[in-house]
């Protein structure tokens, strides 16, 4: 992600939503986003060049990853929910379920303490 490039201290769930996008892109374009001869390269690349988007691409996946590809981690999905709730619109398998593990887990936690 830009940001990481930058700086690793600031990483964060934005992050992985963009490194998610990245893997989404090359799935579907059959190469990364951006390529260049160095590591230093395809860093500034991620940090200030637009995507170069495959023709022929959904309209409505190229939203989903425009999103997830966003320079700024704040105009990034918010959390794997809300792009979950896109990416499955866009497949037509309903609406996803929120994962409640976290939840779980406090309460298995809760449960053991008390025991």
């Excluded at 090359?26 to 988007?53: L, Q, R």
């Excluded at 495959?54 to 999103?67: H, S, Y």
């Excluded at 929120?98 to 887990?105: A, E, K, M, N």
Aim: proline share 9%.
């Amino acid at each position: 992600s830009p940001e990481q490039c930058r700086n690793t201290r600031e990483v964060g769930v934005a992050t992985d939503i963009y490194a998610l996008g990245v893997i989404l892109y090359e799935c579907i374009a059959g190469k990364p986003p951006f390529d260049g001869e160095s590591a230093y390269d395809i860093m500034t690349m991620h940090c200030n060049e637009p995507v170069k988007w495959p023709r022929g691409i959904d309209p409505r996946m190229q939203a989903v990853l425009e999103r997830c590809l966003a320079k700024k981690p704040e105009d990034r999905y918010r959390g794997l929910l809300p792009l979950e709730r896109d990416l499955a619109a866009l497949a037509g398998v309903g609406e996803p379920e929120p994962d409640r593990s976290t939840w779980l887990w406090w309460v298995a936690g809760a449960a053991m303490l008390l025991i």
